[in-house]
């Protein structure tokens, strides 16, 4: 379906790398993510993928489509939702969509199925001007105008940056009910746990891909035993483990702190000691599964 | 414990839509205070309110020891804040920014130029010290606000989504610079989107449409609705919103 090849994109004169060689294909129906921190390069990757940016070097072809030579007939299959808001403020929702679908040759109508379901939720508001909406309003009816043209692929530029968990939730559930109509779905997050909800994600930082793999075979290639560790006193506990001889990190993760050690016969029982020797009560150690946002942590660790 | 923020009954009204919805909460000193809820619910309103950069419509506020309606001025001047993004003059160096911010809470040539040096160190950014702000990564920048807003020693110290996009690293990074504050007895009221981040408070409130529905340590929280973690704690309440779009 989309094939990079690749791809690297400087500013200023080649002085800020946004991009370095990036390879990536994906799939017909895929639900592929790209987590990564700001100023990553995502941004700069979905612009050239929606022909709106010319890479320096490398091809992306969207079904066989240059995003440079055949800009007109990707624009005709994409579907863009920009991180910045960028619907007409000062049109009303209606007028907003019926826009879109004119612009695309359609009309709402003929689409109307592919949106209903996130349609209805904003039509109570539907004569309202674009700029007087909430947030969580204009993200729906920023989806609704990428969709309205019924396109192969939609690209989704850090939907639920600065949205709150609950709203975050809801936005994952519409994203499903999009895979499963057959759409391609490329979506861009700074939040590690949307992770898991992708088919298949590549990890960026500073332009380079650290890794791309479904979830779980991202989760594998951890190859380090991790240990959640909770003691009464968590800033003291940060403070010591900094000192465990064979410590490689020790990062917070809620309530507990992640640690590995470079050392790899380290178990709990070595741990539990060590703490106790520090006088620490209410020792919890216990040795659990990484999750994508520790994996991301080692992978740029290493890449540095 | 000593209060340095106490509200009693806070209402604030933007024509008829009850934005603060008789508020009624205390903060201690030294507190790292978790100010949580969805979008819409009401913080960034009760925040402006409490920086002193907005009236309430009713109820009886005191902010580092000054009434809200009489002494924004000195409130102000005991206070830091740090807004989510584009806090720092771009077009500034690192050292002018740091020397800008502290010239404006009226500290002395002499003292701005021993805390931008020690601040800087701390951060490791000496080598960046002449390069300006817009060079540098999201990151740096958000550590580098943050150290500035509490350059004069505030009482309280206001983030609003100070790591919003950070990466994970640089993240955990921030909540260090948090605790060492929070160690050196300044009183951090913090708001976030990362629950994770909810776990590090030793207090958190969750408003809901405009008025506060939940109020505790994480710990008390997550036994109270019988959550594994503060995500749970925080999805239960915010479904309860009436507000829903």
Same mark, same amino acid.
């Given at each position: ?28 129906? *895929?639900?592929?993510?790209?987590? #990564? ?57 209606? *007028?907003?969509?019926? %826009? ?8 709402? @109508? ?13 039509? =109570? ?25 019924? =396109? ?5 530029? *850090? ?71 909770? $003691? ?26 992640? %640690? $590995? ?30 999750? +994508? ?12 | ?61 005191? !902010?580092? #020891? ?45 003292? +701005? ?13 000496? *080598?960046? @010290?002449? /390069?300006? !702000? ?18 004069? /020693? ?7 989504? =100070?790591?919003?996009?950070?990466? =994970? ?21 913090? $708001? ?54």
């Amino acid at each position: 379906m989309v094939k990079i090849e690749n791809i690297t994109k400087t500013y200023e004169k080649g002085k800020v790398k946004a991009l370095t060689n990036i390879n990536l294909s994906i799939e017909k129906g *895929e639900l592929f993510g790209l987590i #990564g921190p700001d100023g990553a390069g995502k941004t700069s990757l979905f612009r050239i993928l929606t022909s709106l940016l010319i890479p320096d070097s490398g091809i992306v072809k969207i079904m066989n489509f240059d995003v440079v030579k055949d800009y007109k007939e990707i624009r005709k299959i994409t579907g863009y939702m920009p991180g910045k808001f960028s619907l007409y403020q000062d049109l009303s929702v209606e *007028e907003n969509l019926n %826009f879109f679908a004119s612009v695309f040759g359609t009309t709402v @109508k003929e689409n109307y199925s592919l949106i209903e379901d996130i349609y209805v939720q904003i039509e =109570p508001f539907k004569k309202r001007l674009a700029g007087k909406l909430s947030g969580g309003m204009k993200q729906k009816l920023a989806l609704s105008c990428a969709l309205i043209h019924k =396109p192969e692929i939609l690209v989704l530029d *850090e939907p639920t940056t600065g949205v709150d968990a609950v709203s975050r939730k809801e936005f994952w559930e519409m994203l499903k009910k999009l895979k499963s109509e057959g759409i391609t779905i490329l979506v861009s997050t700074p939040y590690m746990d949307e992770a898991s909800l992708c088919d298949r994600i590549a990890l960026i930082q500073n332009g380079e891909i650290l890794s791309v793999d479904k979830p779980l075979n991202i989760i594998n290639q951890f190859n380090k035993k991790l240990f959640a560790i909770r $003691t009464s006193n968590m800033y003291q506990l940060m403070q010591d483990l900094k000192q465990f001889g064979s410590l490689n990190t020790a990062f917070l993760f809620g309530q507990v702190v992640h %640690f $590995t050690s470079k050392n790899k016969n380290t178990n709990s029982e070595e741990i539990r000691f060590f703490l106790k020797e520090n006088n620490h009560s209410d020792i919890f150690i216990k040795e659990i599964v990484p999750s +994508i946002e520790d994996c991301f942590m080692e992978f740029a660790k290493n890449e540095k | 414990m000593e209060k340095v923020i106490i509200v009693k009954n806070l209402v604030k009204k933007f024509e008829d839509f009850v934005a603060n919805d008789n508020l009624t909460f205390d903060v201690y000193k030294g507190e790292i205070f978790g100010f949580l809820g969805a979008n819409g619910a009401g913080k960034t309103t009760a925040m402006k309110i409490l920086c002193a950069l907005s009236q309430p419509t009713s109820g009886e506020l005191n !902010v580092a #020891g000054f009434d809200v309606y009489t002494q924004q001025d000195k409130i102000k001047a005991n206070i830091g804040y740090m807004s989510q993004r584009f806090s720092l003059y771009e077009d500034l160096t690192v050292f002018e920014n740091i020397q800008f911010y502290a010239g404006i809470y009226g500290l002395s040539n002499k003292i +701005i130029k021993e805390r931008a040096e020690n601040l800087i160190k701390k951060l490791e950014m000496v *080598e960046m @010290k002449n /390069k300006l !702000v817009s060079s540098l990564p999201l990151g740096w920048r958000q550590k580098l606000s943050f150290s500035i807003a509490i350059i004069h /020693k505030p009482q309280i110290v206001f983030l609003d989504e =100070p790591t919003g996009g950070v990466d =994970p690293i640089t993240r955990r990074q921030f909540w260090d610079l948090i605790y060492d504050a929070a160690n050196d007895g300044i009183t951090i009221f913090v $708001t976030t989107h990362y629950m994770d981040e909810a776990e590090y408070c030793n207090r958190v409130s969750i408003m809901v449409d405009g008025r506060i529905e939940a109020l505790d340590t994480p710990q008390n929280l997550k036994k109270q609705f019988n959550a594994e973690d503060m995500n749970e704690v925080f999805i239960q309440l915010a479904r309860k919103s009436k507000n829903k779009e």
